[in-house]
């Protein structure tokens, strides 16, 4: 079974420029999350989509973070401007979770992630 | 929502010894506590989890109990060995497959 996919793998950027992170699930999996990892900490969800809704965004930085899951498959995240703060890994993961359900059904899986640094 | 606390944040031991990492979350409807293992540089990788209707669970020298009365879960690694050195993190799980992370643990067994 093919992992999650996550591009690019590193991204240096200036402050105030913007970027976008790719993300492709697991197959058939329904669910889709970015989770923001600072150095030294443990990761903090972003967003997490049910096929192409949004179910929680509570913690995304709607000022200048966007999101979206088009046809309910891949994914992307933008920042738009960055800031010097915004520096971390941002993972995607999948599950096969469905509305009602804890994370520990079949298949969560993470993927590696894209290490933006922003200078 | 859900908050967790993860102590102690490094752990030093002796390859041999045993490591215990312990977490506390504070929101009583989780009901899925996963530990992962995560090392420089790599994607966090679970390794034990449990549910709420259970108190302990064993995969060879890992082990993992939870107390829901008082909220705390803790990961228990027996006869360490150097390659279990890493960043351990704790989860809960209380909505709609979220998880709520702790700070994590650098766990570090010297030979």
């Known amino acids: 079974e093919a992992g999650v996919a996550q591009s690019p793998r590193y991204k240096i950027i200036e402050k105030r420029q913007s970027v976008a992170f790719w993300c492709n699930p697991i197959?058939?999996?329904?669910?889709l999350y970015w989770y923001q990892q600072i150095l030294g900490q443990g990761p903090k969800l972003l967003i997490q989509?049910?096929?192409?809704?949004?179910?929680?965004d509570s913690q995304l930085p709607k000022d200048r973070f966007s999101a979206e899951r088009l046809k309910g498959v891949d994914s992307t995240l933008k920042i738009q401007p960055a800031k010097l703060e915004d520096s971390a890994v941002y993972l995607c993961?999948?599950?096969?979770?469905?509305?009602?359900?804890?994370?520990?059904?079949?298949?969560?899986?993470f993927g590696s992630g894209t290490r933006l640094t922003v200078v | 929502g859900e908050n967790v606390e993860q102590h102690p944040s490094t752990l030093s031991v002796q390859e041999g010894d045993s490591a215990v990492i312990k977490c506390t979350y504070s929101?009583?409807?989780?009901?899925?506590f996963p530990w992962y293992k995560q090392e420089l540089g790599k994607r966090p990788q679970l390794i034990i989890d449990i549910r709420s209707n259970v108190g302990e669970k064993k995969d060879q020298r890992i082990a993992v109990t939870l107390n829901k009365t008082a909220k705390h879960f803790s990961l228990h690694i027996t006869e360490t060995q150097p390659e279990d050195s890493a960043v351990y993190f704790c989860?809960?799980?209380?909505?709609?497959?979220?998880?709520?992370f702790g700070a994590g643990t650098q766990v570090v067994v010297t030979p």
């Open positions: 993961a999948s599950s096969s979770v469905r509305g009602g359900q804890g994370a520990g059904q079949h298949g969560y899986t």
């Open positions: 989509f049910q096929n192409n809704g949004v179910v929680d």
């Open positions: 197959s058939g999996h329904a669910t």
């Open positions: 989860a809960a799980s209380y909505s709609w497959g979220k998880l709520q």
């Open positions: 929101d009583s409807a989780s009901n899925y």
